[in-house]
């Protein structure tokens, strides 16, 4: 649910709809993180890296993607298991 609601954008006439959703799914990721040992993520990682990178680079509000970048460094830092994590951290 938390992965869908990354990528939360519907379309209201000229205008969308989804920024609150998408900041507070990158909460929840954050929240993961600091909830849960990296034994018990590590079967989420593999899908939850790359939703949250992509929200980062790539959302078109910037509180979404300093939201997703923040969950991406704070999963790096306590799960260690994301995948080239530093490396994708100072890139970005």
Known sequence: LTLHALQM????????VGAHVR???CYVCWAFARAYA???MAPFV???APGLLTLALLDREVNCRRAAC???QENVGR???FPHGIE???KA
């Open 38 to 40: 990296p034994s018990v």
């Open 9 to 16: 954008d519907v379309r209201v006439g000229s205008a969308s």
């Open 23 to 25: 900041d507070a799914a």
């Open 70 to 72: 923040a969950a991406f």
């Open 88 to 90: 994708l951290v100072t």
């Open 46 to 48: 593999p899908v939850m």
């Open 79 to 81: 799960q260690g298991c």
